[in-house]
């Protein structure tokens, strides 16, 4: 539960501001939309850097660059190949064209470096058909920040069309992106993305909080039953962090950081905090509940917020295989 990624995230930041702004800027050019963020509010938060700090990072980086040697012979080769046994010909192609010959983003791919207030203000008045198929596109957390700046009755009909989309067809990916006056990047593929569909409106719904899940929820329910029990299978909640396998609790706690847990175990149920206790090192549980009792009130939506951190984690987790989600549309295991 260490801090090391807020301190890399740190160090980035002062070898940018070390740069200069122009240097600086053609490095943003080629870092993804969630790292401009990082290192934008990294930067906008430095008030003073002692100098002996500046020069451990740029020490530190000149070391870096200084054994910098080629890991494979043929580097395209290499990431072409990787990508295709990861995630199929079809979405390595995609992604294979944008990273060997350097487009640009391009249609939707552009919404993701907008603000989620700007996305929600564009799609406000499209048909909820084509608001679905553009949201199962962006990165979930995006996608839930959008729906919810949405009304009510606008954010059901797109959520339950999300539910039910199974795929995109090329030509219909084409149509969206002439929609938002882009060209459309890249090759087209033979077959459908697999986009969409119980899980992918489960997602959004798990960082949308604030009581709109439950009532996006309650709206599919009445048109369709079926439909939304296989949602709420594909859901995985705060409380639900009880039902992970000791292991799992484990593997949990080297992501988080320390001050992210405090905050998020304040909204907690006393079971959980005991589950999550157990799995620690006497020593570490001892400071986590002195930290918890010494910690004044904390806003609600502080808390909401680092539990959807912890989501985060947890999903990225189960992703990866490391850890199982019982009862949060994983497999059972006997």
């Known amino acids: 539960m260490a801090d090391s990624a807020n301190e890399g995230v740190e160090d980035a930041a002062i070898l940018l501001m070390s740069l200069g702004e122009e240097e600086a800027s053609q490095v943003f050019k080629h870092l993804a939309p969630k790292e401009v963020q990082m290192l934008g509010e990294a930067i906008a938060a430095m008030r003073g850097v002692s100098s002996d700090r500046v020069d451990q990072v740029l020490d530190n980086f000149e070391k870096f660059a200084g054994n910098d040697r080629p890991l494979v012979r043929d580097s395209n080769e290499y990431v072409s190949s990787v990508l295709r046994k990861a995630l199929g010909e079809d979405k390595a192609k995609l992604l294979l064209d944008r990273i060997l010959q350097g487009n640009e983003p391009a249609g939707i791919d552009s919404l993701r470096w907008m603000d989620a207030e700007s996305v929600a203000e564009l799609l406000r008045n499209e048909h909820p058909q084509i608001v679905a ?54 090759g087209q593929t033979s077959k459908k993305a697999g986009l ?13 909080g604030g009581g709109a899940d439950t009532a996006v929820l309650d709206f599919v329910r009445e048109a369709d039953g079926e439909l939304a029990q296989k949602i709420a299978d594909n859901m995985f909640v705060f409380d639900d962090l ?56 904390v806003r609600l939506s502080e808390v909401e917020a680092e539990q959807k951190e912890m989501l985060k984690i947890v999903r990225r987790l189960s992703d990866e295989g490391q850890i199982v989600l019982a009862g949060g549309g994983g497999e059972e295991f006997v």
């Open 133 to 186: 198929a553009i949201l199962v596109h962006l990165d979930t957390d995006q996608a839930a920040a959008v729906v919810k700046l949405f009304n009510e009755r606008q954010r059901n009909e797109v959520m339950v069309r999300v539910a039910t989309l199974d795929g995109i067809q090329p030509a219909a990916m084409h149509d969206l992106n002439e929609v938002l006056g882009k060209v459309l990047s890249g």
């Open 196 to 208: 969409g569909g119980a899980k992918a409106a489960a997602d959004i719904l798990n960082l949308m």
């Open 242 to 297: 009880e039902k992970l396998d000791d292991k799992g609790i484990q593997t949990l706690m080297k992501e988080v950081q320390s001050e992210s847990l405090i905050v998020a175990l304040k909204g907690a149920t006393p079971s959980l905090r005991d589950k999550i206790f157990r799995n620690m090192s006497s020593r570490a549980a001892a400071t986590l509940k002195e930290d918890l009792e010494s910690r004044g009130p």
